[in-house]
Nanobody
Framework: QVQVVESGGGLVQAGGSLRLSCAAS??????????WAWYRQQPGKQRELVAS??????EVVDSVKGRFTIYRGNAKNWVFLQVNRLKPEDTADYYC?????????WGRGTRVTVSS
C-alpha cells in the first residue's frame, strides 16, 4: 500500500507564492524510478494536469509556465510544486500523483485559495 499526502495549501493574496509538498510512503520501491505529477481542479471545472516529472526532466503546462515549477526533493519520496505570482484563477484543489510500476497513486489534495 502506498500513501501520497499533499501539504502546503492555504489562503494567499494575488501575487503571492506557495510551495506545495507531496510525500509518498508505504510499500513503494525506492530503487525504482518514480514519476510525479500535480493536477488541479478549479471550482466547477474538471481536474487538469499542471506539471509532471518525466524521467530526468519536468514539464509544465502552458497556462502556468513561468509561474509554477515542479521539482523533486533530495529524498526520493518527495516532490514539490512552487507556485508564484498566484492569480485568483489559480484557486483550486491541488492533487499529487506518484506513478511507479504502471500504477498511479493519488493524494487527497490540498486547497489553494487566492484572494484578489
Amino acid at each position: 500500500q502506498v500513501q501520497v499526502v499533499e501539504s502546503g495549501g492555504g489562503l494567499v493574496q494575488a501575487g503571492g507564492s506557495l510551495r506545495l509538498s507531496c510525500a509518498a510512503s508505504g510499500s513503494y520501491m525506492s530503487t525504482n524510478e518514480i514519476n510525479w505529477a500535480w493536477y488541479r481542479q478549479q471550482p466547477g471545472k474538471q481536474r487538469e494536469l499542471v506539471a509532471s516529472t518525466v524521467g530526468g526532466g519536468t514539464e509544465v503546462v502552458d497556462s502556468v509556465k513561468g509561474r509554477f515549477t515542479i521539482y523533486r526533493g533530495n529524498a526520493k519520496n518527495w516532490v514539490f510544486l512552487q507556485v508564484n505570482r498566484l492569480k485568483p484563477e489559480d484557486t483550486a484543489d491541488y492533487y499529487c500523483t506518484m506513478r511507479q510500476g504502471g500504477i498511479t497513486y493519488w493524494g487527497r489534495g490540498t486547497r489553494v485559495t487566492v484572494s484578489s
